[in-house]
């Protein structure tokens, strides 16, 4: 069990640009969250996955963003025109499956859009 | 709207001394509940959760949480605090009809003083 490890820690990027964000949960976990968090708030659910399938998304998943988890392994989150709102730490979680289970968070992407 | 309030951002107190963090739920139905402790730098860890078998649920390190029907809240305690406690601790709360949405409160940060 290595835990949930996402890439890059850091990402710092300019205004209109897109950026990627990957995330690898433990394995054998079937679930696999996303949510961001911004300085003095709580962790905001954004989508989740059951296996590949994106089951449940947040409105605050605009147009710009898309997530895909195409092998039901890791997971990538994209930001497309990136905007000085979108700066926030990208949190990634994953867990067995089920309600009511713990979640493993990832130590998270950090981005910063200038 | 479903939601969880933590009352208080910051929280110190005196290293030995008790701890009480604050959390309500918002719903007649309760929901799953969980308190996550975030250290710098790191990800979140789950400290201890709520399903409905006990009301007094025991977590790692000492901490416990009361589930109070009566009262929608989920105080979480520890009876002597240790310098090592300082983080921040997340109220959360899992809502039927949302498999995979975990609400969070905004935070409290502890800090302990020797």
């Known amino acids: 069990d290595t835990g949930v490890s996402q890439n890059p820690r850091h990402k710092i990027t300019k205004r209109g640009q897109n950026v990627t964000f990957r995330c690898d949960p433990i394995?054998?976990?079937?679930?696999l969250y996303w949510y961001r968090q911004t300085l003095g708030q709580g962790p905001e659910f954004l989508t989740y996955f059951q296996n590949e399938a994106q089951l449940e998304k947040s409105r605050l998943l605009s147009d710009r963003f898309s997530a895909e988890r195409p092998k039901g392994s890791f997971s990538t989150l994209e930001i497309q025109r990136t905007e000085q709102g979108d700066s926030a730490m990208y949190l990634c979680a994953s867990s067995p499956g089920g309600v009511g289970e713990k979640l493993f968070f990832g130590s998270g992407t950090q981005l910063s859009v200038l | 709207a479903q939601s969880v309030t933590q009352l208080g951002s910051h929280v110190s107190v005196s290293e030995g001394a008790l701890v009480l963090l604050r959390c309500n739920y918002s719903?007649?139905?309760?929901?799953?509940l969980f308190w996550y402790v975030q250290y710098p730098n790191q990800g979140l860890q789950l400290l201890l959760k709520y399903t409905s078998a006990a009301t007094l649920v025991k977590g790692i390190n000492g901490f416990e949480a009361e589930f109070k029907k009566s009262e929608t809240s989920f105080h979480l305690t520890k009876p002597s605090a240790h310098m090592s406690d300082a983080a921040e601790y997340f109220c959360?709360?899992?809502?039927?009809?949302?498999?995979?949405?975990?609400?969070f409160g905004k935070g409290t940060k502890l800090s302990v003083k020797p």
């Open positions: 394995s054998e976990h079937n679930r």
């Open positions: 959360a709360g899992q809502y039927g009809g949302s498999q995979g949405n975990l609400i």
């Open positions: 719903s007649s139905v309760p929901p799953y």
